[in-house]
């Protein structure tokens, strides 16, 4: 290789290295609704509700019911929602006391009386189903905790399907508790209604990471 | 990461056997800071950047001709990186960098001489999770710098230096989530330690 040869290979590397324009980031306009529309707490209209887990509350402190395997699943889903965010917005943990727990979850029926909560029905297989209670207080501009999500086993505990069920309605109801209030109207999707998909899509992971950073409507308000 | 480090550990005393009188090697620790790693948007900026972070730096060369020698040098340190959105810096967590780069350097004046040097940088997460949930990221990294050198001792010298280098960064992560290109970064250096070896 003669010095001509050698020039232009050292110009040609550091044009590679210096000359690209920088990084692009992705447009995060595919997503769907999340927030909660309901009759204005006060006055006519409707209240926009909206809510995500401020930093300074982080980690989310989760209690889980030995049952039915649910630890396992709600440890896996709070992984699988950790994993959607890149810049640490969301952190969960378990915790071995109900007592002072962020979200109960519960592996029987869900109580037939509401005093306040609001009532998200989802996962309606026929294996299991799930339900999110969330308590709005009573001018819907509170976040109140505990959030309670029931995760209710149908089929018997040898049915081949009901581990997929609960795995999947565990990062569902998950999902509820986190600030996706609503169902996403795709059958691709973990939010849902009837959740066929085993982890979050790239829509569920779209709408998560942009309600994480929209100022919420809601005041967390811990007991 | 920590072989080609063993390596460099092992060759340049197995190479001072033969070239004693030659051989230069040095030791050095100082701080290292480095412009942002990425700039996103969701709602609003999102920028993220390593903190400045202790950097120890271990090198060796052999003489060529004319002054100028070539050798080998690598760098390691470790610190914190963080977002910031809205002016709130959030600690994303602990990220380790090391460097290895082949390099040729030579006389300005009697104690000054300039460095180039061409090689790999790793950045090592302490978490594979965020922008580093698929792992950490090699890239390609080219740098340019000076060495100051006084006589402290008879064979030892203290030696400062200043690096500049660059290089482009993403990772697998970012690029599954749909990031184009990648990130110019530039990094600079002070360093001071003992070098041992010529005159």
Known sequence: MNARCRWFGIA???????????????????????????????????????????RSALPVRVW??????????????????????????????RVSDSVGADVIVRGSGSPGSLLRATRLHSALRSECTGETDL????????????VRIFITPLAAPDDAGLRECLALTSIHELGHAIGIFRHSPNATDIMFANPVVDLPSALDRGTIEVLYHVPPTLRLVRP | MRKPFALLMLLLPAGAASLTAQTDYYLRIGAIGASNLLRDGIVSEITVRQSIAPLLVVGGSLPLRQGYRAGLEGNLSSGGFH???????????????????????????????????????????KDDEGIFLQGGTTRLLAGIGTDWRMAVLPRWDLMTSLRYDFHRFTTEELKARGFGQSQGISRFSLSIGLARGHR
């Not at chain 1, 995060?28 to 409707?46: C, I, K, M, N, S």
């Not at chain 1, 019911?65 to 969301?90: H, N």
């Not at chain 2, 910031?84 to 082949?102: H, I, K, W």
């Open chain 1, 12 to 54: 040609g590397l550091l044009a590679a290295l210096l000359g690209c324009s920088d990084i692009s980031a992705p447009l995060r306009d595919d997503l769907y609704e999340w927030r909660l529309f309901v009759p204005a707490a006060v006055g006519g209209g409707t209240d926009t509700l909206s809510f995500h887990w401020p």
């Open chain 1, 135 to 146: 308590d709005f207080g009573d001018d819907n501009t509170e976040f109140r905790t505990p």
């Open chain 2, 83 to 125: 977002s910031t959105e809205s002016g709130v810096e959030t600690d994303l967590g602990t990220l380790r960098t090391a460097s290895l780069q082949l390099d040729l350097s030579g006389p300005i004046a009697r104690q000054i001489r300039w460095w180039m040097g061409l090689g790999g940088l790793f950045y090592l997460p």
């Open chain 1, 64 to 93: 889980v019911e030995d049952t039915v395997g649910l630890p396992a699943d709600f440890e896996r889903a709070i992984g699988i929602w950790k994993s959607v965010f890149l810049y640490r917005e969301f952190e969960a943990q």
